[in-house]
């Protein structure tokens, strides 16, 4: 039996994709969620429980960093910080920005992926079409394998794998579908848990990858 | 005002003495404890309390991290992984280590610091006079400070300090008893909550360090 490898999934679109690949190289999966207080954790939690399902990924692990809405500093989970109008263009860093929460995403894969002994974490960040987190950049990535490679035992052997770091939206449309990835089941408003809002950043971007790569995003908008 | 420092205090006599060396040093302390099962996690968080009462520090966030008793792995976290009997002498790495547990620490210390505007982050990591674990050594700390450079905001200037790190055990009781630090109000045994076990790799590490400096030990052993 291979090793299994660890796949952070948040329910939307990038992470769909991002599944979908690793599944393509994989046998076994392992899916992990992380929530800490967004606005639309249970729409996201659903999600993922979703694309887990149709992947038919029994492990799976859902931690919550609550702490994160203690800290606060992000229009995310501080709800006195009014959530940016979107702007798919912007370069400086929006007020969605969670302070280095990648950082926790990954520490908690790189523990689980010790103790199952996987090889691999898949993490679907997207750098160029992203929306200019400091912790979202492949830099950032290749510094945390070498944390890994420092701070784990030395028979640990694990990387970490990002397939749509250097894509487009609209790349990472066509992937999913090529892939037959359920696009239909994520979410990524960061507003809405019933119809997606359709201008917040993360919808703005989604909508836009969509339109340029001529398919209809098949979720519902209000 | 000056910046403050966030440190991280577990509520053991390493952290206590860096707590000391912390307030030495700044005039506003911001204290972290991170809690996340082991079991001794009630009577840790009452020595963290003490020890911020006595410093007077009324900035504190406890952050419980849970998942990693799921996720398991760890003598400590996983109560069907027997605890190892103590050997201070060890080299091998431990069933006591948690998987990559640093990293969580100190990502929610960088969070914490990002909002707070924090420069240092103290930590009361000894490498030499250890268990053992590979996310204890300086270089794990120093990778560290790359990743909090990579992945949080270009303003943010946030280093971790480690003043403990190349000390031995003996050294840092006496650095503690030099600074005055209430040494009387730590916990560090990995086993009991009332009288500590005096066998455990904690406690034989820190009564051979009170017994190398010449001083006693002032908690209560069983």
Redesign the interface.
């Known amino acids: 039996m291979s090793n299994p490898a660890v796949c952070l999934v948040s329910g939307g679109l990038d992470s769909c994709v991002t599944a979908a690949i690793a599944s393509e190289n994989r046998n076994r999966l392992a899916f992990l969620h992380v929530t800490y207080g967004q606005i639309t954790a249970d729409r996201e939690l659903h999600a993922f429980h979703e694309l887990a399902d149709f992947y038919e990924v029994t492990k799976r692990?859902v931690?919550?960093?609550?702490?994160?809405e203690?800290?606060?500093?992000s229009a995310l989970i501080d709800r006195s910080i009014p959530l940016p109008a979107g702007d798919p263009d912007r370069t400086e860093?929006p007020a969605s920005?969670?302070?280095?929460?990648?950082?926790?995403l990954?520490?908690?894969a790189?523990?689980?992926a010790?103790?199952l002994g996987a090889r691999q974490i898949y993490v679907g960040a997207v750098e160029e079409d992203s929306s200019g987190y400091?912790?979202c950049?492949l830099?950032?990535f290749r510094?945390?394998d070498?944390?890994?490679d420092?701070?784990?035992?030395?028979e640990t052997q694990l990387s970490i794998v990002t397939p749509l770091i250097k894509m487009k939206k609209s790349q990472i449309v066509l992937r999913g579908q090529a892939l037959g990835a359920p696009l239909h089941l994520t979410w990524s408003c960061y507003r809405n848990v019933q119809r997606a809002c359709g201008q917040c950043d993360s919808c703005l971007l989604r909508l836009r990858g969509f339109e340029q790569a001529g398919i209809k995003d098949p979720i519902a908008y209000s």
Chains 1, 2 share one sequence.
Do not use: M
């Open positions: 692990l931690a919550d960093i609550g702490y994160l203690e800290i606060g500093g860093i920005y969670v302070p280095f929460r990648n950082a926790h990954l520490a908690i790189t523990s689980w010790e103790v400091p912790d950049r830099d950032f510094c945390f070498k944390l890994i420092t701070g784990t035992k030395p």
